[in-house]
């Protein structure tokens, strides 16, 4: 049987889980009895779709919402996995396909809405199939006491005990009364595995930075924290090498990691890491699987990760003896566009892209962030109540401007020149630069050529990676790379909308001699 991780990966296309949710599939796919507390947005389908895909037979899904049973199933099915419904507002020629693929022992997830429990022939049905495992989604609805009181959910104890299968149950409601109403009316008052875990980590400190000198930041970063055990993450396997050689130059214990290193040294490393105090990790996402060392005291990323869940995982790994630890997570404009090129050149199909450039968008919204780096993470993962002050936007409140007017300069650049250049071309042309190619193409006589003298060229290429990190513009692949706009920039095109930005990072961008190109 496949992992739970490469399941995720193979049919949902994520590169890591959401907090919470290896821990809840680990003890669903085992058959245990478990309740999961997660916050409405958390992830809680995955908690039982995964295990449905480990668990031989059929995986039987209550829930209330029929047009959300009807999203899941369509969702499932276009990642290739058999799953049906039977609620009221099937066809018949619906409810007899759902019923062949039983039959046939296909199915894998079969969603019923609760109403279908009170008609007779339901257990009947149930009985004969081979049901593995019952998932019930919104489980507060066995609560008389909560708004959401569903009287058919009273039968899902009933379907347990007649089935005599694990059943795994989902709310996002987390007071007291309601779990252990949940805990009398679906598990007879047996305590189930139970899962309820804020997604904070207090004792990590958040921080981000603009790359200017990577190599220099990481290596400052690591000198502050001297004999600590730390892990860098890269983006690419010789900058492990290299980056590994540099720290032991300047008289770190390090060494690398990445997949591409036969079995034998990736254990060497790996044990070395769990075994020494103060050995740096330099490695790619590769590394961190098997890892459970409690003192890890820092974490670095020498290049952005993959997406904002990957970002959580990895830096979750840091601190878990609860004491202190500190992270720091550099990106440049050139992650940005690596990373989109990753997703559009990629196989998924559109929609799924679309969502990868969403979740990308998050991370970049991380990155950007205005305030309170810990409140934007975790008010992703649907926590809302966040206390921090463990931040490096907490302990320094960005300066902000209204930057809606370089903003409006740029992106009348990229329409000008028909969005067919990159942040290079279009920086020379609003400081009214020229060069050969700018002449030869005749931008030198645009209206934008030369308006953005009030600011440098460090200045402007923050302000582009800040328009990126917004998502107002994208590189274009099937443009080398190209900038166009996107529709978030339109409202500030037609001044309809302001954009903020941070002066800081516009203030602190390495300053470089310019050049003629
Ligand atoms: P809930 O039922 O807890 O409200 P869902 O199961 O509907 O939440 O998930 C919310 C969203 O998060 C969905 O769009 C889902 O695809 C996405 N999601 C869930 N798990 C992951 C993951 N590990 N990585 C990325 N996205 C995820
Ligand atoms: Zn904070």
């Not at 999203?71 to 409810?95: C, H, K, P, W, Y």
């Not at 690591?222 to 983006?235: D, L, M, T």
């Not at 810990?374 to 463990?390: A, H, I, M, N, S």
């Not at 990229?414 to 400081?431: D, K, Q």
Request: net charge negative.
């Amino acid at each position: 049987m496949p992992s739970a991780a490469t399941l995720l990966s193979e049919y949902f296309g994520f590169d890591a889980f959401r907090p919470g949710q290896e821990e809840v599939v680990e003890a669903v796919a085992n058959g245990q009895n478990t309740l999961a507390i997660m916050p409405t947005g958390g992830g809680k389908s995955l908690c039982f779709q995964l295990p449905a895909l480990m668990r031989e037979g059929v995986t039987v899904v209550i829930s209330p919402l029929i047009a959300l049973m009807r999203d899941q199933v369509r969702g499932l099915r276009e990642a290739g996995i058999e799953a049906g419904a039977l609620t009221s507002g099937n066809t018949q020629e619906e409810t007899d396909a759902v019923w062949d693929a039983l039959e046939e022992g296909r199915l894998k997830l079969l969603y019923i809405a609760p109403e279908r429990l009170s008609a007779g022939s339901a257990l009947g049905m149930l009985r004969r199939i081979n049901v593995n495992l019952i998932a019930v989604d919104e489980a507060h609805c066995v609560s008389q006491w909560g708004h959401d009181f569903r009287p058919d959910y009273l039968r899902i104890g009933e379907l347990r005990r007649a089935l005599g299968v694990p059943l795994a149950a989902f709310t996002a409601t987390a007071d007291a009364e309601t779990q252990a109403e949940i805990v009398n009316r679906l598990f007879d008052d047996e305590q189930p595995a139970t899962f309820l875990r804020g997604f904070d980590r207090p004792n990590i400190h958040l921080a981000f930075a603009a790359k200017n000198n990577p190599r220099t930041q990481i290596l400052n970063f690591a000198a502050a924290r001297k004999g600590q055990s730390g892990i860098v993450y890269c983006g690419t396997r010789s900058k492990t090498e290299k980056l590994a050689a540099a720290l032991r130059e300047n008289g770190h214990a390090a060494a690398h990691y990445h997949g591409g290193m036969d079995a034998e040294d990736r254990r060497i490393t790996e044990v070395r890491f769990q075994k020494e105090d103060g050995l740096i990790v330099v490695a790619t996402v590769a590394f961190g699987m098997g890892v459970d060392k409690p003192d890890i005291r820092w974490v670095a990323h020498a290049d952005l990760p993959k997406s904002i869940e990957a970002y959580y995982q990895e830096i979750g790994r840091a601190g878990r003896d609860g004491g202190p630890a500190e992270t720091l997570t550099l990106f440049g404009p050139d992650d940005i566009r690596l990373r989109r090129n990753q997703i559009d050149e990629g196989l998924a199909p559109p929609e799924r892209r679309m969502a990868d450039h969403a979740r990308l968008n998050s991370l970049l919204g991380l990155a950007e962030a205005l305030e309170c780096r810990r409140k934007t993470l975790l008010g992703y993962f649907g926590e809302d109540e966040v206390t921090c002050g463990k931040c490096d936007l907490c302990d320094t409140p960005p300066e902000v401007f209204d930057g809606t007017q370089p903003v409006r300069m740029a992106l009348s650049a990229i329409l000008r020149t028909e969005e067919w250049y990159g942040s290079g071309h279009l920086i020379e042309i609003l400081l009214g630069n020229t060069n050969d190619r700018i002449s030869a193409r005749g931008h030198d006589q645009l209206p934008t050529f030369g308006v953005g003298k009030a600011y440098t060229r460090p200045q402007w290429q923050a302000i582009f990676r800040q328009m990126m990190g917004h998502d107002l513009i994208r590189p274009d692949p099937e443009r080398h790379g190209a900038l166009r706009m996107t529709d978030t920039a339109l409202p500030i095109l037609r001044d309809q909308e302001k954009i903020m930005l941070r002066k800081d990072s516009i203030t602190s961008a390495k300053r470089r001699p310019a050049v003629k190109a």
